[in-house]
C-alpha cells in the first residue's frame, strides 16, 4: 500500500497545501468525487479490459476503509451503473453515478442498492429511434460501435480510422440535432442522452445528499476527471472544493496531475490527514 511520505514529492506544493485546506476539520463534510476511465484506471480500448491500477485500488479501498465519518467517497462515470459498478468495486458506503448522471445507486455489502430509471413512453420511442440511427452511422466503418445504455446511445470510435471517425460523428451530431437530444463528446466518444443529465448535474445533487446523510449543513467536495465531460463538474464547484484534471488537455480545474498513480498519491494524502486526527 502507498505511504503518504512516498508520494508528497511528487504532487505539486500548490496542490498538497489545496489538500490539506481541503481537508481541515472545521465541521464541513467532505464529498471525495472521482471519475473512473482515465482517472483511476487507464484508458484503454477494450472497455471492458479497464481495470484501476494497482496503486489507485490500494488508495481506494484504503480510504474507504478508514475515512472519518464526516467523508464520503463517490465514482461518478459516463459508464452505465452496473457497468460502473462492476468495474470500480466500490467500497461499501460509496455512491455511484452512471450515465453522465441519469443512472444513481449505492454500494451497500449485499452489492449494488440502484435507484431505478424510468423512461416515458416518448423517451422510450426517442431512444428506439437514436439506437437506430447511430447503428446506422457506424454501419461499414470499421472500429466504429454503438454501445446501447438504458437511457442513451454511445458512439464509439477509438479504433476507427480519420475518415470513418469524422463520418460516424457526423452522422450521431446530426440525429442528436433531429431529435433534439444533446451530443456530449468526450475521448472518441459521442454519448446521446434521452435524458438531460451532466456530471455537474449529478454532483451537485451528491452535495444535497452528502450534507442530509452527515447532518452538515456544509460539504466541501474534491472532484478528479480526465475528460471533457468532467468539465461540467468543475464547473459547479464552489470556493474550498478542490478540483484536479487528470491527464492533458485545456481545463477549469486549478491542479492537475499526470495520471492515477498520482490520483492515488492524493487519495493517500487525504487518508493520512485524516487518520491524523
Same mark, same amino acid.
Given at each position: 500500500m502507498s505511504d503518504r511520505h512516498d508520494h508528497d514529492h511528487d504532487l505539486a506544493e500548490t496542490l498538497l497545501g489545496a489538500l490539506d485546506r481541503f481537508a481541515a476539520d472545521d465541521g464541513a463534510a467532505l464529498?471525495?468525487?472521482l471519475d473512473f476511465d482515465g482517472t483511476l484506471?487507464?484508458?484503454?480500448?477494450?472497455? !471492458?479490459?479497464?481495470?484501476m491500477t494497482p496503486a489507485a485500488r490500494d488508495a481506494v479501498d484504503a480510504l474507504g476503509a478508514t475515512?472519518?465519518?464526516?467523508?464520503?467517497?463517490?465514482?461518478v462515470s459516463g459508464r452505465d451503473l452496473e457497468d460502473l459498478a462492476l468495474r470500480a468495486a466500490p467500497p461499501v458506503g460509496s455512491y455511484l453515478v452512471g450515465s453522465h448522471g441519469a443512472q444513481t445507486g449505492h454500494a451497500t455489502s449485499d452489492g449494488l442498492e440502484a435507484v431505478p430509471l424510468e423512461l416515458t413512453a416518448e423517451e422510450h420511442e426517442t431512444l428506439t429511434a437514436?439506437?437506430?440511427?447511430?447503428?446506422?452511422? +457506424?454501419?461499414?466503418?470499421?472500429?466504429?460501435?454503438?454501445?446501447?445504455?438504458p437511457s442513451a446511445a454511445v458512439l464509439h470510435t477509438r479504433l476507427a480510422g480519420t475518415e470513418d471517425t469524422e463520418a460516424a460523428v457526423e452522422a450521431a451530431d446530426a440525429?442528436?440535432?433531429? /431529435?433534439? /437530444?444533446?451530443?456530449?463528446?468526450?475521448?472518441?466518444? +459521442?454519448?446521446?442522452?434521452v435524458l438531460h443529465t451532466s456530471k455537474g448535474e449529478?454532483?451537485?445533487?451528491?452535495?444535497?445528499?452528502?450534507?442530509?446523510?452527515?447532518? !452538515?449543513?456544509?460539504?466541501?467536495?474534491?472532484?478528479?476527471?480526465?475528460? !471533457? !465531460?468532467?468539465?461540467?463538474?468543475f464547473a459547479v464547484?464552489?470556493?474550498?472544493?478542490?478540483?484536479?484534471?487528470?491527464?492533458?488537455?485545456d481545463t477549469l480545474a486549478p491542479h492537475r496531475v499526470a495520471g492515477a498513480d498520482d490520483v492515488a498519491a492524493v487519495l493517500d494524502r487525504l487518508r493520512a490527514s485524516f487518520g491524523a486526527r
Open positions: 464529498l471525495v468525487a484506471a487507464p484508458l484503454v480500448d477494450d472497455p !471492458t479490459a479497464s481495470r475515512a472519518a465519518e464526516r467523508v464520503r467517497l463517490a465514482f437514436l439506437r437506430a440511427a447511430l447503428d446506422e452511422a +457506424v454501419s461499414g466503418r470499421e472500429g466504429a460501435w454503438v454501445q446501447h445504455k440525429a442528436a440535432a433531429r /431529435l433534439g /437530444l444533446e451530443a456530449m463528446h468526450g475521448k472518441d466518444v +459521442v454519448e446521446i442522452a449529478a454532483l451537485e445533487r451528491l452535495r444535497d445528499v452528502v450534507g442530509h446523510d452527515v447532518g !452538515t449543513g456544509r460539504v466541501r467536495v474534491l472532484y478528479a476527471g480526465d475528460d !471533457t !465531460t468532467d468539465e461540467k463538474a464547484l464552489e470556493a474550498g472544493d478542490l478540483a484536479l484534471k487528470v491527464g492533458d488537455g
